[in-house]
T-cell receptor, first 113, second 113 residues
């Protein structure tokens, strides 16, 4: 079975721009979660989607948003980029909600200049 | 707030020795825990998980121990190999009944040949 895939792998943007990241979960997995990883803050939960609905949201500003499609693929969007948004954005998928093992993709490395 | 912490930021071991990576969690309501391994430039890779109704679980060369009394989790790696060099994260589901994972800061394992 193919793992979680994320596109693009690398992105360079400038402040004020917006960006959309994509995640394809493992086949059959219905839950997708997003995390931001930075050296200072570590891995932090952004949001979680299941059945095209956001089920949980982390403590991030409204500039961070996401969605999930009927095939479980997910996208996240960051608007009005700030320098501090530079990070590795990780997507994880699991079969279902609640205490299911989450499998991570390779991440998208975003650099904001 | 909720947090999961690791006792040591860096652990250096000799190839062939056993490694023990520790983690202290703060939320006594957490009932699912996962260990991940992250190599440079990659996303976190699932190693092993344990639910709160267990105190020990074994995988291939790895063992996870859970002590709910003192809220402590450990990962033991037998016969550590150079390929085990990576950052290791423990994660818990916290008190929220969702798939959200709360990660510790990570321990860097260095294996000396």
């Amino acid at each position: 079975k193919a793992g979680v895939t994320q596109t693009p792998r690398y992105l360079i943007k400038t402040r004020g721009q917006q960006v959309t990241l994509s995640c394809s979960p493992i086949s059959g997995h219905r839950s997708v979660s997003w995390y931001q990883q930075t050296p200072g803050q570590g891995l932090q939960f952004l949001f979680e989607y299941f059945s095209e609905t956001q089920r949980n949201k982390g403590n991030f500003p409204g500039r961070f948003s996401g969605r999930q499609f009927s095939n479980s693929r997910s996208e996240m969007n960051v608007s009005t980029l700030e320098l501090g948004d530079s990070a590795l954005y990780l997507c994880a998928s699991s079969l279902d909600l609640y205490q299911e093992t989450q499998y991570f993709g390779p991440g998208t490395r975003l650099l904001v200049l | 707030g909720e947090s999961v912490g690791l006792h040591l930021p860096t652990l250096s071991v000799q190839e062939g020795d056993n490694s023990i990576i520790n983690c202290a969690y703060s939320n006594s309501a957490s009932d699912y825990f996962i260990w991940y391994k992250q190599e440079s430039g990659k996303g976190p890779q699932f190693i092993i998980d344990i639910r709160s109704n267990m105190d020990k679980r074994q995988g291939q060369r790895v063992t996870v121990l859970l002590n709910k009394t003192v809220k402590h989790l450990s990962l033991q790696i037998a016969a550590t190999q150079p390929g085990d060099s990576a950052v290791y994260f423990c994660a818990e589901t916290g008190s929220s009944n969702t798939g959200k994972l709360i990660f510790g800061q990570g321990t860097t394992l260095q294996v000396k040949p």
